[in-house]
Nanobody, 113 residues
Framework: QVQLVESGGGLVQPGGSLRLSCAASGMIFRINVMEWYRQAPGKERELVAR???????NYADSVKGRFTISRDNAKETVYLQMNSLKPEDTAVYYC???????WGQGTQVTVSS
C-alpha cells in the first residue's frame, strides 16, 4: 500500500531554513503529482506546494519566493526547501500524492526565537 514518511522538521529561528523530505513507497512515484500541505493549530490543512511528474511547480502565495519543492525519482523522495522562515510558517507539514488519499504522520516545523 501507499506509504509516506516525512522528516526534517524542527525548531528554527525566524529567517532560518529547513529542508523537509518525504519518502514514498507503494506507488509508481515518477508519474505522481506530489504535494506538500501544512496544518497550523486551530487552522485547516492548506496546500503549500505541488510538483508534477515533469517537475512543474506551483506554490501558495504565502510561500512563493521562499519555499522550493523538488523531487528525486530515483530515491522516490520529494523535498521542500524552506528559507526565510517566519513564525506563521509554524505547522505540521505533510506530503501527499495527488492520486491517493493517504497521509503520512507529518513533521513539526516550529519557527520561534
Amino acid at each position: 500500500q501507499v506509504q509516506l514518511v516525512e522528516s526534517g522538521g524542527g525548531l528554527v529561528q525566524p529567517g532560518g531554513s529547513l529542508r523537509l523530505s518525504c519518502a514514498a513507497s507503494g506507488m509508481i512515484f515518477r508519474i505522481n503529482v506530489m504535494e506538500w500541505y501544512r496544518q497550523a493549530p486551530g487552522k485547516e490543512r492548506e496546500l503549500v506546494a505541488r510538483i508534477t511528474s515533469k517537475s512543474n511547480t506551483n506554490y501558495a502565495d504565502s510561500v512563493k519566493g521562499r519555499f522550493t519543492i523538488s523531487r528525486d525519482n530515483a530515491k522516490e523522495t520529494v523535498y521542500l526547501q524552506m528559507n526565510s522562515l517566519k513564525p506563521e510558517d509554524t505547522a505540521v507539514y505533510y506530503c501527499k500524492s495527488a492520486a491517493y488519499n493517504v497521509w503520512g504522520q507529518g513533521t513539526q516545523v516550529t519557527v520561534s526565537s
